[in-house]
């Protein structure tokens, strides 16, 4: 049985001990008073690492960096830099993201292959390397410094998203911190974002990797805020064991209060990142229960988080369901219409594939708030799965229209 | 070699001979001045019929209504009313699916099963048959009547598409008429939309059959304006054989001249499909070449024209074509990125995996105009594809937050 897992307050990747972090204005962003777009998360002591990246053909060299890293299954530190993604550059980017994360490194008098490198922007432009190297110099690492790191990622997301959560290992009290940005661009797999989670307790390296593999699929990559997939995916967890437990591994006790952990820092950030998608104004929640399987389960979700039709429709706090129906019979999803059952925010508004009469306003009202939950019964199966998206606005046009002119 | 395929100005489905046609308002839409919502197209000569439907797992009763006569393989005309999906509301669809075809017959003096029926609309509303009944009989049928279907097909389309050509076949003059209707809900497969064609060629069914999917898999399942997949998709072609020339089938020698003028014929109304994508100001064509294969060059193609980063780029004429590489990224598509060129309305912006320097003012004002085309060789193999789609509006997001509203 999972321990009590509490939720600290203003948490985030330095609430955890041995993490120090910092940020500053390299001048990657357009210019504006207490703007951030350098950062660095690091810990003195060596960290399991473990990640997980996009799935695009087509990715920043960052990626092809980190991967190697992990593969290593050691770090030290991340830096990040937002404004510019470090993509489609040809060669070059392979050598910046390389000089980026030495330069990180001979900061922190680390080695070169300790610390891990990430971008996210603008894709097609290369890295002013003098900005980012004098920029280097100039950040403060503090153990205060997680919230400037959370605004130094940020690119088109109105607020930084960040989260620190408390547990029990072997009768000690562990932390685990985490930072994600992302607005546009967001779809599985990877949802398009950046996520840095860091924990003091002591974990197996090959069960890190495994759990945030299994949590992410769960949380991230059940998040789309437009269908797009990014460049630049990259979820990253550094675990630098100085809680003082017994490196916790897949037959520990303390196994499944580790993966519960792990799963509400994710689906915290991930809830944060639909909340925060370009334009939205309101978080979409869509829950599917008695799929014949997990994966028709997901892929119903997922399509109905993420089909514009639905999402204008949740805008306007219209309940016109049979937008639902539609992106649930889309998907490939095997379902047998007579037996489908839909609630709106608890409200069953279709019974055995049936329109049920229902007091319109009352649903209205209901959508107009801040969350609006579909939640579908098949009728099929065991399968179980929740997509997290967001409503298509005016605004999210208006964003992406005139991103880079 | 296919003879010339000319196109007839003004024309439609009653462009080609034995074909009647006629609409009226039974009101199923909202009442404005010369609104239509019902029409018939009609050949008293039985016709060759074939079909091709949505592949969504949740259907219109008209679906398989159609399904059942297209396997039949003969039939004498279209019923097909607008406003009203007749999809999602149980068992009373079925009935009414049936009802609606057999008043159609009644009034046209037919068999019940030679008339194929279509509805397009809100879903999750029933048929209000008494006006369906009604309106049938106010139908007047006339040579001239083509036009009054393409309107009365119409929901969120802003105008009608129709299109006819004419073209040779043993020595006899051939005629190919066909509409369409389709505006938002529209990706393949089946495009979202309905169209019907109608030839007084003499044709083989099997022969038609095949070459309408051919056909549709290369127009209208290439086409997208939002991603969504509707309930009622459905082409249907109508062959009367009037014009007198031997069938033709596989084996004739005007078989390739019968295939040119269907595939331009689908072109023509899947281009004027997406160019009238609800809110769309612009049309988008996608063209990869030098894919692995064909399949993956239509992954990419559809990939990059259903994107929402890419078409809200169009709609800003904002040449940001890292979003064009993103969208390619995220399909799956085999690419080498060291070996892509990207051309934006024939100007290369990249190649060979880099940026070429271009005039940005010059690439904007080409943007600005009707029709923006992005053409990506991959330098993988043969395979070529093109997609079609249009720009993402505000316009789209007021269109869809309030449509049952």
């Known amino acids: ?68 890293l992990v593969a290593k299954g050691s770090a030290k530190g991340v830096v990040v830099n937002a404004g510019i993604a470090n993509t489609c550059v040809g ?15 001979q900061k922190l008098g680390v080695g070169a292959d300790e610390v891990l490198v990430c971008s996210t922007g603008v894709i097609g432009v290369e890295l002013p390397m003098s900005l980012i190297r004098s920029g280097m110099e100039q950040i403060n690492l503090a153990d205060q410094g997680g919230h400037d790191v959370a605004r130094a990622m940020m690119t088109t997301d109105t607020r930084p998203k960040e989260v620190a959560v408390t547990f029990e290992v072997d009768g000690k009290q562990v932390r685990m911190g985490g930072v994600a940005k992302g ?17 003091d307790a002591a974990v197996d390296q090959a069960f890190l990797q495994a759990k945030l593999r299994e949590v ?24 630098n064991g100085l809680a003082g437990n017994s490196p916790i591994n897949a037959g520990s006790a303390a196994a499944e209060s580790f993966e519960e952990a792990l799963s509400q820092v994710c689906v915290h950030l991930t809830r944060e990142l639909a909340r925060d998608g ?25 399509s109905i988080a993420s089909s514009n039709l639905v999402k204008s429709a949740v805008y306007g706090a219209d309940p016109n369901w049979g937008r639902v129906l539609m992106a649930l019979g889309r998907c490939g999803t095997i379902v047998d219409e007579a037996k489908i059952d839909l609630y709106v925010n608890g409200v069953c508004i279709m019974e055995s594939g049936k329109p049920v009469p229902f007091h319109r306003d009352a649903v209205v ?21 929740t997509a997290w998206g967001c409503d298509l606005t005016e605004e999210y046009v208006i964003i992406n229209s005139a991103y880079t002119t």
């Not at 607005?183 to 924990?199: E, K, R, V, Y």
């Open 1 to 68: 049985m999972a321990g009590a897992i509490e939720f600290l307050e203003g948490g985030t990747v330095t609430s955890v001990q041995g993490f120090l972090a910092g940020a500053t204005f390299a001048g990657l962003k357009t210019f504006a008073e207490d703007k951030l777009d350098l950062a660095i998360i690091f810990s003195e002591t060596l960290c399991a690492v473990a990640g997980v990246f996009t799935k695009s053909t087509i990715v920043s060299p960052t990626v092809g960096f980190n991967r190697k």
């Open 91 to 105: 060669e070059q980017g392979f050598k910046d993201a390389e000089d980026m994360a030495a330069a990180a490194a």
């Open 216 to 239: 992410s699929d769960e949380s991230y990559n059940m998040l789309t805020v437009d269908g797009d997939t990014s460049t630049n995916d990259t979820v990253l967890v550094l675990a």
């Open 183 to 199: 607005s546009g661009m967001i779809h599985p797999n990877m949802a398009t974002m950046l996520s840095f989670i860091t924990t």
């Open 365 to 385: 009202a209901l959508m107009q708030g801040s969350e609006v939950i579909f939640r579908l019964q098949l009728h099929m199966g065991q399968g179980e799965a």
């Open 278 to 302: 370009e334009g939205a104004s309101r978080l979409i929640t869509v829950e599917i229960g008695g799929a014949q399987d997990k994966e028709d389960a997901r892929k119903a979700a997922r």
